[in-house]
């Protein structure tokens, strides 16, 4: 019973907070303590098709030259696969709303393609804990993405946990690499 109580709340305080981000504006006037902070979304990850450069970031001046991190019109598929969440937490941040827009954009144009959203957490807490919240996760990628008009048919969300870490250190940098949702597109 009282199991039942914590997660009605905890799912009461995820609610709220998903509320609270999609009225939200996101500050675009300048940079952010975000921009300043060296962390996960500085770093150049490995995507799916093995590049390393991660083409444009949130932002930048992509293939298609048009700022869209994309190969070229806007039903084209974002060669950026990672969005990242802070410590303990599944609410998406201002900051990845464009990735995960183009991502929507793509999906909705292309209606025979589907991608896995794999959840991933750093190492603190136990492991039930983290194949929870890594699901949280990308749960919150995918309400994102249908609400975007993706058909829930195009997705899959699987939780990984603390199982695949993208970085194997202890430190604060490290953990926050871990802490992501991956899109794998099939």
Known sequence: MAFARIRSFFYLILMAGLLAGCFAKPDTSGPTSADSYDGPHKTRPIHADGDASGGASRGGAGAGGDGSGQAG????????????????????????????????????????????????????????????????RANAVQRFLTVQGVSASQLEVVSYGEEKPQATGTTEADYAKNRRVEFRYE
């Open 73 to 136: 019109g806007p039903a084209d598929k974002p060669t950026e696969m990672i969005v990242y969440f802070d410590y303990d937490m599944s609410v998406i941040k201002p900051e990845w709303r464009d990735l995960l827009t183009r991502h929507a954009r793509y999906l909705a144009a292309n209606p025979d393609v589907k991608v896995v959203l794999e959840g991933h957490c750093d190492e603190r807490g136990t492991r039930e804990y983290n194949v929870a919240l890594g699901e949280r």
